[in-house]
C-alpha cells in the first residue's frame, strides 16, 4: 500500500512569489490533515478536510493560505504571497481511524 | 502558548542505556496521547499511543507512562540503539465528538544513541 506522498520535496522561492504545494493521501482515506514546522519548534495544525469539505481551518495563519481538496482526494495548500515567515516544513497525513500517517514533507525556503 | 510540553529538547545515550523523554499538559479534554517517530528526510511515523484509561503500555522495547493526575506522559526506550537515534513528538488529541481529530504535538526530542 502506498502511503502518503507529497510534492515538491523541496522549494525555494522569494518573498511575494506564489508556491503550490500538493498532497496525495491513501487510497480511502477520508481525512486529510495539513501541518508546519518551523524551525526548532512544534508541528503544527493548519487544517482538516473530511472528504472535500474543510472540516476545521482554525490553524490556517491567515488569508495568504488557500487549501483545497478536489473531489476528496489529492489537497493543494497555495501559498500567495509567500512571506519570509512561511518557511518551514509542511506535511500532509491522512487517516480513516485514529492512526494519522504523515507524508515525508515539503521544504519551504521563502527568500 | 504551548498546549504540550516536551522535554528535553535533546539527548544523547549510550547503546544499551535507557533513553527517557517526558511530556506535560494542560488541557484535560485530551484523550489520546500518540508517540511519534522521524528520521531525517521522513515523516513522522506512529511510534506507540495511550489513552487516559490506563497508566502504561508497552511495545517490544518502547513504553509510555501516563500520570493522569499530574497530566505527564513519557516515552521510555530500554536498550537502546543506534538505530534508535531520531526526533521523537509527543502529541495530544482532544475530543471534539468526532468533528476534528488534530494532533497538538510537542516541540520534539533529537535522540543520539551512541554505539
Known amino acids: 500500500e502506498a502511503g502518503v506522498t507529497q510534492f515538491p520535496s523541496h522549494s525555494v522561492i522569494e518573498k511575494g512569489q506564489t508556491v503550490t504545494l500538493r498532497c496525495d493521501p491513501i487510497?480511502?482515506?477520508?481525512?486529510l490533515y495539513w501541518y508546519r514546522r518551523v524551525m526548532g519548534k512544534e508541528i503544527k495544525f493548519l487544517l482538516h478536510?473530511?472528504?472535500?469539505?474543510?472540516?476545521?481551518e482554525s490553524g490556517m495563519p491567515n488569508n495568504r493560505f488557500l487549501a483545497e481538496r478536489t473531489g476528496g482526494t489529492y489537497s493543494t495548500l497555495k501559498v500567495q504571497p509567500a512571506e519570509l515567515e512561511d518557511s518551514g516544513v509542511y506535511f500532509c497525513?491522512?487517516?480513516?481511524?485514529?492512526?494519522?500517517?504523515f507524508g515525508p514533507g515539503t521544504r519551504l525556503t521563502v527568500l | 502558548q504551548q498546549q504540550v510540553k516536551q522535554s528535553p529538547q535533546s539527548l544523547i545515550v549510550q547503546k544499551g542505556g535507557i533513553s527517557i523523554i517526558n511530556c506535560a499538559y494542560e488541557?484535560?479534554?485530551?484523550?489520546?496521547f500518540p508517540w511519534y517517530q522521524q528520521f531525517p528526510g521522513k515523516g513522522p511515523a506512529l511510534l506507540i499511543a495511550?489513552?487516559?484509561?490506563?497508566s502504561e503500555k508497552k511495545e517490544g522495547r518502547f513504553t509510555i507512562s501516563f500520570n493522569k493526575s499530574a497530566k505527564q506522559f513519557s516515552l521510555h526506550i530500554m536498550d537502546s540503539q543506534p538505530g534508535d537515534s531520531a526526533t521523537y513528538f509527543c502529541?495530544?488529541?482532544?475530543?471534539?465528538?468526532?468533528?476534528?481529530?488534530?494532533?497538538?504535538f510537542g516541540t520534539g526530542t533529537l535522540l543520539a544513541v551512541q554505539p
Open positions: 497525513a491522512s487517516s480513516q481511524w485514529d492512526t494519522q500517517y
Open positions: 487510497s480511502g482515506h477520508d481525512n
Open positions: 478536510f473530511v472528504k472535500e469539505s474543510k472540516q476545521d
Open positions: 488541557n484535560t479534554a485530551f484523550d489520546y
Open positions: 495511550i489513552r487516559p484509561d490506563v
Open positions: 502529541a495530544a488529541r482532544k475530543n471534539y465528538g468526532g468533528a476534528t481529530n488534530k494532533l497538538i
